[in-house]
């Protein structure tokens, strides 16, 4: 059993399936759509609508038409569609941050099997206490434990992102904006790596012992 892989199985009753809510499930796949919307905005915008690369072709293809652009115009246009873009990111910023408040307030009112804390509570006492099915809680352990440091990164990621959509409410703290803004890009890569862990463990888990877990994320288990 890789530790990166998700379980079917239901640490306390270790026989039957576990369930996901569908609020769970509806937050899961809402909050995949955003993140890889998100994500695919930084892209287009570090590659196709790169401002550097961008401008000069801009110039060369205007001046092709018989335009007369300078180079100060070509840069202009090519900064108006990278911030086209850089809008769009933080529309699917404002929805992480609205989903992200959902997950934390949905977490108070999960049934108690569901809850994420509850669920490393649980791990933690049957591996260290109890010492029973100490391979399965030691797992689920693990697995929990990267889920929580996931939701810690998207609330890391939530505030550096508000931070910079509202900086000009925050004029005392201009020093600190390129600080902010790496640490923005830096949790961003964090996730990527979440992703691709999560991505792996489930292809994993679905070719071995819990074939049938991509499934159960969408009808309940």
Same mark, same amino acid.
């Given at each position: $059993? *890789?530790?990166?892989?998700?379980?079917?199985?239901?640490?306390?009753?270790?026989?039957?399936?576990?369930?996901?809510?569908?609020?769970?499930?509806?937050?899961?796949?809402?909050?995949?759509? =955003?993140? &890889?919307?998100?994500?695919? &905005?930084?892209? %287009?915008? /570090?590659?196709?609508?790169?401002?550097?690369?961008?401008?000069?072709?801009?110039?060369?293809?205007?001046?092709? /038409?018989?335009?007369?652009?300078?180079?100060?115009?070509?840069?202009?246009? *090519?900064?108006?569609?990278?911030?086209?873009?850089?809008?769009?990111?933080? +529309?699917?910023?404002?929805?992480?941050?609205?989903? !992200?408040?959902?997950?934390?307030?949905?977490?108070?009112?999960?049934? /108690?099997?569901?809850?994420? #804390?509850?669920? #490393?509570?649980? *791990?933690?006492?049957? +591996?260290?206490?109890?010492?029973?099915?100490?391979?399965?809680?030691?797992?689920?352990?693990? =697995?929990?434990?990267?889920? *929580?440091?996931?939701?810690?990164? %998207?609330?890391?990621?939530?505030?550096?992102? !508000?931070?910079?959509?509202?900086?000009?409410?925050?004029?005392? +703290?201009?020093? #600190?904006?390129? /600080?902010?803004?790496?640490?923005?890009?830096?949790? $961003?890569? !964090?996730?990527?790596?979440? @992703? &691709?862990?999560?991505?792996?463990? =489930?292809?994993?888990?679905?070719?071995?012992?819990?074939?049938?877990? @991509?499934?159960? $994320?969408?009808?309940?288990?």
């Amino acid at each position: $059993m *890789a530790i990166i892989e998700p379980v079917k199985q239901d640490l306390q009753h270790p026989d039957q399936i576990k369930k996901y809510s569908f609020p769970l499930r509806l937050w899961h796949w809402l909050n995949a759509i =955003v993140i &890889t919307g998100s994500l695919l &905005t930084v892209l %287009l915008n /570090s590659t196709l609508l790169d401002r550097k690369n961008n401008a000069p072709f801009i110039k060369e293809t205007l001046q092709k /038409s018989g335009a007369a652009i300078s180079d100060d115009q070509a840069n202009s246009v *090519a900064h108006d569609l990278s911030d086209k873009v850089w809008e769009i990111h933080t +529309y699917f910023g404002y929805t992480l941050v609205a989903l !992200l408040v959902f997950r934390l307030i949905l977490e108070f009112f999960q049934l /108690s099997d569901q809850k994420l #804390i509850r669920g #490393i509570k649980n *791990a933690y006492q049957q +591996y260290f206490i109890t010492k029973k099915q100490r391979e399965l809680a030691r797992h689920e352990l693990v =697995v929990k434990t990267i889920y *929580a440091i996931f939701y810690l990164l %998207l609330m890391i990621m939530a505030v550096t992102g !508000l931070f910079l959509a509202f900086e000009d409410f925050f004029e005392p +703290y201009k020093s #600190i904006r390129h /600080s902010v803004k790496e640490v923005h890009g830096f949790t $961003m890569y !964090l996730i990527l790596g979440f @992703i &691709t862990i999560h991505i792996v463990g =489930v292809l994993l888990a679905e070719r071995k012992d819990s074939k049938g877990i @991509i499934s159960d $994320m969408i009808n309940g288990g």
